[in-house]
Antibody
Framework: QLQLQESGPGLVKPSETLSLTCTVSGGSIRSSSHYWAWIRQPPGKGLEWIGRIYYGGTTYYNPSLKSRVTISVDTSRNQFSLKLSSVTAADTAVYYC????????????WGQGILVTASS | QSVLTQPPSASGTPGQRVTISCSGSSSNIGSNTINWYQQLPGTAPTLLIY???KRPSGVPDRFSGSKSGTSASLAISGLQSEDEADYYCGGWDDSLNGYVFGTGTKVTVL
């Protein structure tokens, strides 16, 4: 059974860079049929797609976050990562990693999520 | 800001049928498949419906999806107390070249 697990600091200071890692277990990140995505959810609000990456490195980003986001992949560790620069309080959210089906675009496996608070 | 619009809330008594709409445009629902996600309180979302109307293994058949033009719908028949959750539609948007979610609908079982 595929599992995804987010890890990283739960507190980030404003203007600094948020860095999270998603570890994939029970399957290979080197799948030709899937992408790997980050999604976030501010407290009490809806879901926002941040972006996705293919194991070969191809990325797609949400246009509203593109200038501050970098998603990378480490196939040797079966991990992919998120960096979000110049954070503000508006970036406080639960961050989820998930797998995107390449066939229909659905997000079929999700991590449990990690709360990241942007505060001094 | 979400490009897919859902009603903020829906409700029904146990056993009733509840329908949730998802309205989009030609660049998203009109040209790509729609997926639905269920988010139980305090948990991560899970895939409920994919490719407009297909259910992943383990999802009860009282959940069904449909799509017509630039709108999609999720129906829950035989509503149960455990169906109380937030529901989101989602799909690819060709204009944004990214994935978009609906605004979300909170379903309450009365």
């Amino acid at each position: 059974q595929l599992q995804l697990q987010e890890s990283g600091p739960g507190l980030v200071k404003p203007s600094e860079t948020l860095s999270l890692t998603c570890t994939v277990s029970g399957g290979s990140i080197r799948s030709s049929s899937h992408y790997w995505a980050w999604i976030r959810q501010p407290p009490g609000k809806g879901l926002e797609w941040i972006g996705r990456i293919y194991y070969g490195g191809t990325t797609y980003y949400n246009p509203s976050l593109k200038s501050r986001v970098t998603i990378s992949v480490d196939t040797s560790r079966n991990q992919f990562s998120l960096k979000l620069s110049s954070v503000t309080a508006a970036d406080t959210a639960v961050y989820y990693c998930a797998r995107h089906s390449g066939a229909d675009g659905s997000l079929d496996y999700w991590g449990q999520g990690i709360l990241v608070t942007a505060s001094s | 800001q979400s490009v897919l619009t859902q009603p903020p809330s829906a409700s029904g008594t146990p056993g009733q049928r509840v329908t949730i709409s998802c309205s989009g445009s030609s660049s998203n629902i009109g040209s790509n498949t729609i997926n639905w996600y269920q988010q139980l309180p305090g948990t991560a979302p899970t895939l409920l419906i994919y490719s407009n109307n297909k259910r992943p293994s383990g999802v009860p058949d009282r959940f069904s999806g449909s799509k017509s033009g630039t709108s999609a719908s999720l129906a829950i028949s035989g509503l149960q107390s455990e169906d109380e959750a937030d529901y989101y539609c989602g799909g690819w948007d060709d204009s944004l070249n990214g994935y978009v979610f609906g605004t979300g609908t909170k379903v309450t079982v009365l």
